[in-house]
């Protein structure tokens, strides 16, 4: 069986992996002469299931309204008039409910988990190295307030068997040295014990050595896909910028260019990219650096310990396909790692970058064979968990490529062009 892959990031990789294991004969088409490095490169690096909330809840209109009138919040909106944008944001308002909130958050919590474990069963089988840190991650709270209410929306998590645990300070410190100016400034601490982090990108290089060693897998990059060719109920082809590529079944597995894509052969499904900002720091003081990953919850700026680097990053700006970032865009970033880890790197030499999550509105991907192509499968629309959900989503996948029984209930992941009434 010929099976193309579209997608070269976590998504894509992960997906080959379990397809050649499967006995497909796999190639992967990636557009950059590198894999891994578009959102998988950039993220924060935090596996987390703890951080499954659905973005869509009943406190994201406020926000939305306050950032289309000029103040500075984590999730940003420029006006538009794409009418993609529109379309997905009517439907993201439409899962603002408080039941929606928590329903799709706990879809999302059931396949993190999944996927965590999986990856971590895949790091063992497969000897992989992506400098992991399997300590939990702090998410850190500046106000009581704000701590209790975390807490009560952790609830949610503990009653579907994430362990969460209330940390002091002192006990911050106790966790990790490093997070000793962090204990100055917060009045505590939820620790997502069964949380950890990673570097994504090697996750992604690493595994796509042992598809291609163990399993045969091709990768072609700097192989651009410009559409796909159907006939009837069938995709033909791939047509890319270096001639057509015929298979028998194809993935699209291309983050934010997923939607682009699908739209070639008149399936709309809704992703749309919501810009992050990300710095990666070299590490200068190990004793300042934290090894333990997590989220500054007033800021909202996340990081991760990848080696002898801090991966840090923040904000979420529905600003369609445009990449581009003024200094300005970062100064959140430096100024929360300023005041939590002084010391810890040199910032004035820290790599700077934006990169984009392929978000649906509801929250969860969309895993599945399209309702139009018999021989078309998606695997895309992972949004702010991708890397955490990246091995367990291939998976399900795999398994219905295969007519296996996925260990997940897969209808909240259906390929959709909208939510239907729930
Ligand atoms: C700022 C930020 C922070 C994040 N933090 C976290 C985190 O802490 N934890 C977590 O779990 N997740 C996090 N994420 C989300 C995670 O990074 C993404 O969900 C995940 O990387 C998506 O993987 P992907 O393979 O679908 O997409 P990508 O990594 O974007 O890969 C898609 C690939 O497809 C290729 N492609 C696109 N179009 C074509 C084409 N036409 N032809 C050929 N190739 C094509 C692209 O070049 C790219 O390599 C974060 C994301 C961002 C932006």
């Known amino acids: 069986m010929k099976t193309v892959v579209i997608g070269g990031g976590v998504v894509g990789v992960t997906t080959a992996y379990y397809l050649a294991r499967d006995g497909h004969d796999v190639t992967v088409l990636e557009k950059a002469a590198d894999l891994g490095t578009d959102a998988t490169g950039g993220n924060a690096g935090l596996i987390a299931p703890s951080h ?83 300590k ?65 990108e090697r996750f992604t290089a690493e595994l796509a050595a042992v598809c291609e060693e163990k399993y045969g897998v091709r990768f072609r990059s700097g192989v651009t ?41 008149g399936q709309s499904i809704p992703v749309f990219p919501a810009k992050g900002f990300s710095i990666t720091a070299r590490v200068e003081d190990d004793s300042a650096t934290p090894t333990v990953g997590g989220v500054d919850e007033k800021t909202l700026v996340a990081w991760s310990r990848l080696g002898d680097s801090l991966r840090i990053s923040s904000t979420a700006q529905f600003d369609g396909y445009d990449r581009s970032y003024v200094t300005s865009d970062f100064d959140n970033i430096f100024a929360t790692a300023r005041e939590l880890f002084p010391g810890a790197a040199d910032w004035s030499t820290a790599q700077v970058r934006s990169c ?15 309702p139009r192509h018999a021989n078309l499968y998606y695997n895309t629309g992972h949004g702010h968990m991708g890397w955490t959900m990246a091995c367990g989503s291939s998976l399900l996948l795999a398994d219905l490529m295969a007519g296996r029984r996925p260990a997940l209930e897969m209808r909240p992941f259906v390929v959709r062009t909208r939510r239907k009434g729930r």
């Open 225 to 265: 896909v410009q559409r796909l060719l159907s006939s009837g109920d069938r995709i033909t082809a791939v047509v890319t910028d270096q001639g057509e590529i015929a298979a028998d079944r194809f993935v699209l597995a291309a983050g934010i260019q997923s939607p682009i894509l699908a739209r070639t052969i």
């Open 52 to 134: 499954s909330f659905a973005w869509a809840s009943p406190q994201a209109p406020r926000m939305l309204v306050r950032s289309l009138m000029g103040e500075a919040t984590a999730i940003r909106v420029k006006l538009s008039l794409d009418p993609r944008f529109l379309w997905w944001g009517l439907q993201f308002m439409r899962e603002c409910t408080s039941r929606r909130a928590r329903a799709n958050t706990v879809v999302k919590l059931g396949l993190a988990q999944y996927s965590q474990a999986e990856m971590y069963r895949l790091e063992e089988e497969e000897s992989l190295a992506y400098d992991v840190v399997k």
């Open 136 to 200: 939990g991650a702090v998410y850190l709270y500046r106000d009581e307030r704000e701590l209790e209410l975390g807490l009560e929306r952790m609830a949610l998590l503990a009653e579907h068997g994430q362990e969460v645990k209330r940390l002091s300070p002192d006990e911050l410190v106790a966790l990790d040295p490093a997070f000793k100016s962090a204990a100055e400034v917060v009045t505590g601490a939820i620790h997502g014990v069964g949380d950890g982090s990673g570097n994504s």
């Open 356 to 370: 984009m999550r392929p978000m649906t509105p509801d929250g969860p991907p969309i895993i599945g064979r399209g």
